[in-house]
């Protein structure tokens, strides 16, 4: 399909409509369309900015009110829903029918063939254009189009015929064209509603006298025609003004009209044709916007969302007819007209079939709906086969579309209106669940695309991202899996998940890894399990400290890693990150530990450039060095190239309050791409766009750390040659707000013991220098001022507490830093070494590590009785004696010189003459022990070979039978005057099981014969040295004989 048959498809619209939802994005009225009406285009949003009339036209299109579905529509299925859920054994809760609303109220039809006219008008200074003859315009709405508009939009009766299943169908009489004996120009620059109600008043009358029979229009004999249309000729006036196209209802009070017995009901108001929207037919007329705004005339409310201020954004993503004027109706919208019936699932059913919604009115949907609602019934969930057929045709994919409803009714209403609509209430009456878990349509006001349908592999459960857990987080349990490819007969097993236990264990803990304001964070399953209902999804919570949340916490679905993105607001900051495994009712296990860090570090960039080298500016991009536009120095800062729908940012931390100048500019396409100016995120008043020259901007900044950011940022389509943003000259108070930053933030020594301080200063240019002190007499300072960066030597007083360290800056008094400092007595400090004691043999090393309780300084001296130390001794220490006895090591504080450790080591000569030996099965072998304490020494043995002890000497004999794989022993000779001096050697048979497949069997000849001659890595070298030979042969043989 191309793209004049979806204009409110932004990928495929045209560049100027694209430009008009746009900017109404960056008004932060998402993908802002009037009730019932196209969109704006770029320019008249630009004009709408500058003549002040924008608010007001929101107002105007908030007030028709199409965002609401249609009171008898709403309470017809309402009642239908009722009565399917109670038969599939849903508990209801009580008044949640809406009263029967006057029949008045009915609009069209929603069945057979009801009948609507279209009244064409034409003004003599806006003569109708010869293409639209009466018989063309009949084509196009209730004939079987004339190929203006291809297939599904080629005509409004063959739109609704193949949407309600031959269901509905729309026939009617187009009548005119009437031409009144004024102008359009005489109308005035702002016509007023009674203008228009007058105008289509004196039309109706003269078809009626010439004889038109009015009453047929009167589909269900309410005493009013149900629906009608204006077309009229001449340019519109601008979005949502009186020259526009938009919905309304007839006013009877201020205008009376009664047409053969009938008063008048719903009508449009639109163009015949306009060449300035994006229908890409004009002159000609182009039904579309008729069967969107006829969807209204049938009850149904806007799905796309007014005001992105208010509310989740961005509707459906203009995947259905009433958001973008695309595509189909969606099944909850054909529940509602009655179109049809869907199966309501409340519990397990495997293979459940769907057929393509486009070209089959049975079995293309079903509800999900829990059996205890409670009051949230109204809420449940929708599953529907989309393929791309019948009115379908021109959509992105095929496959699922799973939709979240919320009917609930409105008690302030009296139960005539739903309680949620999709542009004003804090969720959406009608919400289309992303497949690809992004979001997009919620966060960025997107397009819906293929990422979004449910396809095979895809899970849709109460721990999937999204999920079936309703608003408030209550558990459905419900969901759908093993969904087939994509066809026009689907199959995929809804299940319900009974599991009231958590899971047990946990995850793994997560790992992360950067990438410039990003963490990924990634784990396994760890100990986590759920034997009932297995491990289904996943939660992640991301803060700034241990088991906090303050970052990121949120679903994210049957995955082991998550990117967290946007966080260089955190830049130097230790984030924790940790998971909890859910089971398949959403319950969560334990959580992992917490990983931390590391902490996002941007890259930085040359303060100098922007004539300020005392800020620390980071970056993404990056920026780049442009010396060919500055104000002041020789170069400035420049943004980084960027792509569409993407943005670069510069920014640095501050410690207000104070005040920020600083130049900037940028080239950009105007009123959609711009360089903004944010404090902690948040953007000032201010941002820059189009072609502009340096300007000097000064901010205030309030008390406190601060990040300061100046972002250039694109959207998702069209900017000029050599687009960017450039920013200079950034002066941070001059020399009022230069604050002294101490080195070290905190420090432990004992009372009378010292501490290095330093204190930096930036951002002033004249004096650096700091004045040192402490608080409540807590010792002295040498010198007692120092230049910015410069030592001091803090001395401690006799007094044990905890103190500050202040270093005040001689310009900037008001702003000094301060560090933390605790006085411990020197009786508090204990050290500690590991080992606390050990044997070894003569000549083996003792590696001491040693540990100092409370002081900073970790620093220890070292002394010993004998033996010699590797190296010098620092934080560790290597310690060896190559004679025997008992020595004595020692760690002494080098602040604290009377806390000390000792520990013993004895030294011992026992040796073996052998470590090792490498044996045939039944071999033997004798190993022969020195250097005993004089009684002698015990023999022990692992495994099932045997000994003969003679003394200091034994005799070691292996099994006969040959092991399938390497077996060793472990022999150790223990010194009986001293049990803890011993000594080991390890004993190995090898395998011969030479193919390894489990048995000792003639085909192991085989596989030695490969072998022969290949060293002792070889697994037929039995003996453990040499090369294979005879000796293994035979002994190979003797096993398997």
Request: proline residues 6%; hydrophobic residues 35%; glycine residues 10%.
């Amino acid at each position: 399909m191309t793209s004049h048959s979806r204009p409110f498809f932004l990928a495929s619209a045209p560049a100027f409509l694209r430009r008009g939802l746009a900017a109404l994005l960056l008004l932060g009225m998402g993908a802002q369309r009037a009730a019932a009406m196209p969109p704006p285009t770029a320019a008249m949003l630009k004009r709408y900015r500058e003549d002040g009339t924008l608010q007001q036209r929101i107002a105007f299109a908030k007030e028709i009110g199409n965002h609401r579905a249609d009171p008898q529509l709403l309470q017809d299925a309402q009642r239908r829903m009722q009565e399917l859920a109670s038969a599939h054994g849903v508990n209801l809760p009580a008044s949640t029918l809406a009263p029967t609303p006057p029949s008045a109220w009915r609009g069209l039809p929603t069945k057979g063939s009801p009948k609507m006219f279209i009244l064409m008008i034409d003004f003599s200074d806006y003569p109708a254009d010869p293409v639209n003859t009466l018989s063309a315009v009949a084509s196009r709405a209730f004939g079987d189009g004339d190929g203006v508009q291809p297939a599904p939009y080629e005509s409004l009766k063959s739109y609704y015929y193949r949407s309600s299943y031959g269901q509905l169908t729309i026939s009617g009489n187009v009548l005119g064209y009437y031409r009144p004996a004024y102008t359009r120009a005489s109308m005035g620059a702002s016509p007023t509603v009674a203008q228009r109600q007058n105008l289509i008043k004196e039309a109706l009358q003269a078809q009626a006298a010439a004889g038109h029979d009015f009453s047929q229009y009167d589909n269900n004999a309410s005493g009013k025609i149900d629906y009608f249309a204006v077309l009229w000729t001449g340019p519109d006036t601008g979005w949502s003004n009186f020259w526009w196209a938009y919905q309304t209802s007839w006013n009877n009070s201020t205008t009376p009209l009664t047409l053969n017995g009938k008063t008048l009901g719903k009508y449009v108001w639109q163009w015949v044709s306009n060449k300035d929207y994006p229908t890409r037919n004009a002159p000609a007329f182009d039904p579309k916007v008729l069967i969107h705004e006829t969807g209204h005339a049938l009850g149904l409310p806007d799905y796309y969302d007014y005001d992105a201020a208010v509310g989740p954004k961005g509707g459906l993503g203009r995947l259905d007819m009433m958001d973008g004027n695309w595509g189909d109706h969606n099944c909850f919208s054909k529940f509602l007209l009655d179109w049809i019936t869907p199966a309501v699932i409340t519990s397990s059913a495997t293979g459940q079939s769907l057929l393509s919604s486009g070209d089959h009115k049975d079995n293309s949907s079903f509800i999900l709906m829990d059996t205890n609602p409670g009051g949230a019934f109204g809420e449940y969930f929708m599953v529907q086969n989309r393929q791309r057929v019948g009115n379908d045709t021109p959509y992105p994919a095929d496959g699922l579309l799973i939709w979240h409803v919320d009917s609930r009714l409105d008690p302030a209403k009296n139960n005539t209106n739903y309680l949620y609509d999709n542009s004003y209430t804090d969720h959406k009456l009608l919400r289309l669940m992303e497949a690809d878990g992004l979001e997009e349509i919620e966060t960025f006001s997107t397009q819906a695309n293929a990422g979004d349908y449910w396809t095979a592999g895809k899970t849709f459960g109460p721990s999937t991202l999204p999920g079936s857990n309703r608003y408030d987080g209550s558990f459905t349990k419900l969901g759908v899996r093993n969904i087939s490819a994509a066809s026009s007969s689907m199959t995929l097993d809804v299940f319900l998940v009974t599991d009231s236990t958590p899971p047990t264990g946990s995850p793994s803990t997560p790992t992360a890894t950067t990438a410039q304001d990003t963490l990924t964070y990634t784990w396994t399953v760890g100990t986590a399990a759920d034997a009932d209902s297995g491990i289904a999804g996943y939660r992640l919570q991301v803060g700034t400290t241990p088991g906090g949340n303050d970052v990121f916490d949120s679903l994210v679905g049957n995955v082991h890693a998550w990117t967290v993105k946007d966080l260089g607001l955190r830049d130097g900051t230790l984030l924790y990150g940790r998971v909890a495994a859910l089971n398949g009712a959403g319950l969560p296990s334990a959580y992992s530990g917490d990983c931390a860090g590391p902490a996002i570090s941007l890259p930085g960039f040359d303060g100098s450039v922007l004539d300020n080298a005392g800020l620390a500016f980071k970056t993404i991009g990056p920026w780049t060095v442009d010396p060919a536009a500055y104000t002041a120095g020789l170069s400035s800062a420049r943004s980084a190239v960027i792509t569409d729908s993407s943005r670069t940012y510069l920014q640095t931390k501050l410690v207000g309050p104070g005040t920020l100048v600083f130049d900037w500019k940028v080239l950009s396409e105007a009123g959609y791409d711009f360089l903004t100016f944010s404090l902690d995120g948040v953007d000032q008043p201010g941002k820059i766009s189009g072609t502009t020259a340096f300007a000097t901007v000064n901010a205030t900044i309030p008390d406190g750390p601060h990040v300061v950011r100046w972002t250039y940022a694109r959207d998702e389509s069209v900017a000029p040659a050599g687009d960017g943003a450039w920013v200079d000259n950034v002066q941070w108070g001059g020399s009022t707000t230069a604050a002294a930053v101490v080195s070290p933030a905190s420090y432990v020594t004992i009372t009378g013991g010292t501490a290095p301080f330093s204190a930096t200063v930036s951002n002033i240019s004249s004096s650096n220098q700091v004045n040192w002190s402490v608080n409540g007499g807590g010792g002295t300072f040498n010198p007692t001022t120092t230049a910015s960066g410069s030592a001091t030597t803090f001395t401690g007083g006799a007094t044990a507490g905890s103190y500050v360290i202040t270093a005040t800056p001689a310009q900037t008094p008001h702003f000094p830093g301060s560090a933390s400092l605790q006085l411990v007595s020197p009786s508090s400090v204990v050290v500690s070494l590991v080992p606390s004691a050990t044997a070894v043999p003569l000549g083996a090393p003792v590696i001491c590590t040693p540990s100092v309780s409370l002081l900073t300084d970790k620093t220890v001296t070292w002394r010993n009785d004998g033996g010699t130390w590797t190296g010098t001794p620092g934080g560790t220490a290597t310690w060896s004696s190559s004679v025997p006895g008992t020595f004595h090591i020692t760690a002494t504080s080098a602040v604290s010189t009377a806390s000390a450790a000792t520990i013993a080591v004895k030294v011992s000569a026992l040796a073996l003459d052998r470590p090792a030996a490498t044996l045939l099965p039944g071999g033997s072998a004798t190993f022969t022990c020195t250097g005993d304490l004089g009684d002698g020494v015990t023999w022990t043995l692992t495994g099932a070979a045997t000994k003969a002890d003679n003394g200091l000497s034994t005799t070691v004999t292996m099994p006969a039978a040959a092991p399938l794989s390497n077996t060793t022993y472990t022999l150790t000779a223990t010194d009986k005057r001293d049990a803890s001096l011993k000594v080991t050697a390890t004993l190995t048979v090898k395998g011969m099981d030479v193919i390894a497949d489990g048995l000792l069997n003639p085909l192991d000849l085989l596989g030695f014969a490969a072998e022969w001659g290949k060293g002792a890595g070889s697994p037929a070298n039995f003996k453990g040295s040499g090369t294979v030979d005879d000796t293994d042969l035979a002994a190979l043989l003797n096993q398997i004989k």
